[in-house]
């Protein structure tokens, strides 16, 4: 694990290349990080190459950062590079103090304290995490409601990360819940879902988080450029409103690695990056590289 203040740049490359004329494009992206109780975000911009005709941007209803970038100029690529710097200080959990709570307490303290609105948006199922029966069982066997709150959270990390196979490839999008448990392999995002999904199917409001994770390289062998990815992991509320962050892919909670750029009810919420393109192109490629690299920090 690691804590403490933590100074990264990040960068995020889109590109896209067409065997045609692209003779319009209107993209909507969630790619610049947002301020969190975690992180502060020093400097952030996003860049299109072509520049783009409009770009506009707000917060979304989670509190995101949304740009949207207009390009009406032809051409066969298009790239879009997000760059940001960010302190990161993430505080260590403390799991004895939320055993304090049993998962069922727990449920009843936040539906008494939450807003109904509040509390049904991280609860109810949404268009990625679809609550059946399969994900009911499965989040049973972890959080029974007289489990202690912090041991059944820390056991569902534990569980999916060796029940299911890190596989790239073997998931899609589309890939239900269901699907995923008799698959028992897929990557961050599919993993994600699945926390997300069994901490709801028991009432404990929780959100899918998308960010970056630092990685380091092998020992004596150096980093290469545009080899870090993107990364996804669940967020569950706990009694007296802190959010804890959980990694089922790694079997840890978030530390000082971790970066956040947006939270939502699903990966559909916070898709870095998708629009409309008006061309007669027969085949395109899309390329996507992202560096997250350590920084010093102020003195």
């Known amino acids: 694990m690691t804590y403490g203040r933590h100074r990264y740049r990040v960068r995020h490359l889109t590109r896209y290349t067409y065997d045609e004329v692209l003779e319009a494009c209107y993209n909507r992206g969630v790619l610049q990080l947002r301020e969190t109780p975690t992180q502060r975000v020093v400097t952030s911009e996003v860049v299109a190459i072509p520049p783009s005709d409009l770009v506009a941007s707000h917060l979304d209803y989670f509190g995101n950062h949304s740009v949207y970038l207009e390009t009406r100029e032809p051409t066969l690529e298009l790239t879009v590079s997000a760059t940001s710097v960010v302190e990161v200080d993430w505080p260590e959990p403390d799991l004895a103090a939320l055993d304090a709570w049993t998962v069922g307490s727990a449920v009843a303290e936040l539906a008494a304290s939450l807003d109904a609105v509040e509390l049904a948006e991280f609860t109810l199922p949404s268009p990625l995490v679809a609550i059946g029966p399969k994900v009911r069982a499965y989040a049973a066997s972890e959080l029974a409601p007289d489990r202690p709150l912090g041991q059944a959270v820390d056991a569902l990390c534990h569980r999916i990360f060796h029940d299911f196979a890190y596989r790239q490839g073997s998931t899609s999008v589309r890939t239900t819940l269901g699907e995923l448990l008799d698959l028992r392999k897929g990557v961050c995002q599919d993993f994600a879902h699945l926390a997300v999904g069994c901490l709801r199917a028991v009432g404990l409001p929780a959100r899918y988080v998308s960010g970056y994770l630092e990685t380091s390289p092998a020992p004596g062998r150096q ?23 959980l990694d089922p892919t790694n079997d840890h909670f978030a530390d000082s690695r971790y970066i956040v750029t947006a939270w939502g009810r699903d990966f559909s919420d916070v898709s870095p990056l998708r629009g409309v393109v008006f061309t007669e192109a027969g085949t395109s490629d899309l390329a996507v590289e992202v560096d997250v690299d350590p920084l010093p920090l102020d003195v």
């Open 223 to 245: 980093k290469l450029r545009g080899a870090d990815a993107t990364h996804a992991w669940a967020s569950v509320l706990t009694p007296g409103g802190a959010w804890l962050d």
